[in-house]
């Protein structure tokens, strides 16, 4: 059976892959938009599209109906000083955010991407491996786990297969159908992998390194309640040490409310159950900053990894482009992801447009311009911080005081919401570039960030080649 070429393929159709598929198709090219989900369906996130992501909707032309817009955000800290974090436009971005719901979100995305004509399919990546200038991808059909594979069924050679996804001997190509629940296999010129943290695609390309990889955990409940304003909540673990995280409380569509709490990691994913713990306490501490009325009762819990700062990872080598948290692009020091994951998705499609073969060198320069410098320090900083818990708990309470709060916030939240680059001149500007200035000094030694510059110009030449 022959295999289906495309152009590209995007394995993944949140928000990065969908900006990729939609840019490439409506520029001609073929694209299968691999997702192992069918759509509509859920993703645990706050919800919250920042002022970039807004913008690169904007300049799309793909407004999300029913989303609320939003503007200053109130931080509350453990001590419970509080300042609220002014909105302010810049000069390449707007001023508001948007509360939608991933629901909403992905599925209006994943149409616009359709209707540009990219081509869906329901499944798993299994396999990649090159042949030339085209990458060969193996997919599984079905999603449910326990599928299996006897031993030297498939004849492709340097076809890397992921563990417990196999094809029965004398399946689909010596039948010459695809039937559901098997393996088959495509080729393109180009793989984007916009699958998310734990990214397949990133592990089979050889441009993960688990070790070094900083992982966070965040867990999201919807609950009946009118929130007027975003608020960002501090949380302590036990006296002197501030919790490796915050809870978070989110405005959202037809008097709901999105709140949460996420916690960073480290490289150490088993620590996961602490956002799960923290949950149960989460709704009475809400109520106790006056944020909520008491006794709300929330929908389900639903769980997801954030891969931050993207530390660990190359996110461009040979013919696969990683987007999204797939590559890492996750806020370290405030959870934000949809924004990024916007922005790459449709800074690799144009990579791929535009300089063809040195794709991958050319979405890495983009990478180094508009990504590492905040990425990297940030997450140096993270991790320093982390580890020091004290202090972390200290700058908090500075930063939300009554003497200090209010004439840092602009500022604040310039550099915490990484909207340094295309600001304009207006108060808090000079202070977040400071701050930005400080933290690549301070963390210019860091050996993530400096591994991340070297795979960033090198193309990670230090990680494992395909097999």
């Not at 998705?345 to 063809?356: D, E, P, Q, T, W």
Request: aromatic share 4%; proline share 7%; charged share 20%.
């Amino acid at each position: 059976m022959a295999r289906a070429s495309y152009d590209v393929v995007v394995v993944g159709s949140g928000p990065a892959g969908s900006i990729a598929a939609f840019e490439l198709a409506r520029a001609g090219r073929t694209v299968a938009l691999v997702d192992k989900s069918s759509f509509p369906r859920d993703k645990a996130c706050g919800d919250l599209i920042g002022p970039r992501g807004v913008a690169v909707l904007a300049e799309l032309g793909l407004p999300v109906e029913g989303a609320i817009p939003l503007g200053d955000m109130e931080v509350i800290a453990p001590s419970g000083g509080r300042v609220v974090l002014p909105a302010v436009a810049g000069r390449t971005y707007g001023a508001s955010a948007l509360a939608c719901p991933r629901t909403d979100l992905d599925q209006r995305l994943h149409e616009a991407a359709l209707e540009a004509g990219a081509s869906p399919m329901t499944g798993r990546v299994s396999a990649l491996a090159t042949t030339g200038s085209r990458v060969v991808i193996g997919i599984s059909g079905d999603s449910e786990p326990g599928l299996h594979r006897e031993p030297g069924g498939d004849g492709e050679p340097g076809l890397h297969r992921e563990p417990g996804l196999h094809r029965e001997p004398g399946g689909d190509r010596n039948r010459g159908v695809e039937t559901p629940g098997r393996d088959r296999e495509i080729e393109a010129g180009w793989v984007i992998g916009a699958d998310g943290a734990t990214s397949t695609v990133a592990r089979l390309a050889g441009l993960v390194d688990e070790r070094r990889v900083r992982y966070g955990f965040a867990l999201r409940i919807y609950l009946h309640a009118e929130v007027k304003l975003p608020a960002i909540v501090l949380l302590d673990d036990r006296p002197g040490k501030l919790f490796p995280g915050y809870a978070w409380l989110f405005p959202g569509p037809r008097g709901t409310a999105n709140a949460g709490v996420g916690v960073g990691l480290g490289s150490d994913r088993r620590a996961s159950p602490l956002a799960v713990r923290s949950m149960d306490g989460l709704l009475a501490r809400l109520a106790e900053v006056g944020l909520t009325p008491p006794g709300l009762r929330p929908t389900r819990r639903l769980g997801g990894w954030l891969k931050m700062g993207m530390v660990g990872t190359c996110p461009a080598a040979r013919r696969v482009l990683l987007v999204g948290d797939a590559a890492g692009l996750v806020n370290p020091l405030q959870g934000e992801g949809i924004s990024q994951a916007l922005e790459s998705g449709l800074a690799s499609a144009r990579s791929i447009l535009s300089a063809r073969d040195l794709a991958a060198h050319d979405y890495r320069r983009w990478l180094i311009r508009r990504e590492a410098i905040y990425q990297g320090s940030a997450a140096a900083l993270q991790a320093a911080l982390l580890g020091h818990p004290l202090l972390l708990s200290r700058m908090a309470r500075i930063l939300t005081s009554d003497a200090l709060g209010h004439r840092l916030a602009p500022g604040w939240s310039l550099y915490w919401n990484d909207l340094v680059e295309g600001a304009a001149e207006v108060p808090g500007v000079r202070t977040a570039r400071l701050a930005l200035a400080l933290a690549r000094a301070l963390t210019c030694a860091a050996p993530g960030r400096r591994q991340l510059m070297f795979d960033l110009r090198a193309g990670g030449s230090r990680i494992s080649p395909w097999r």
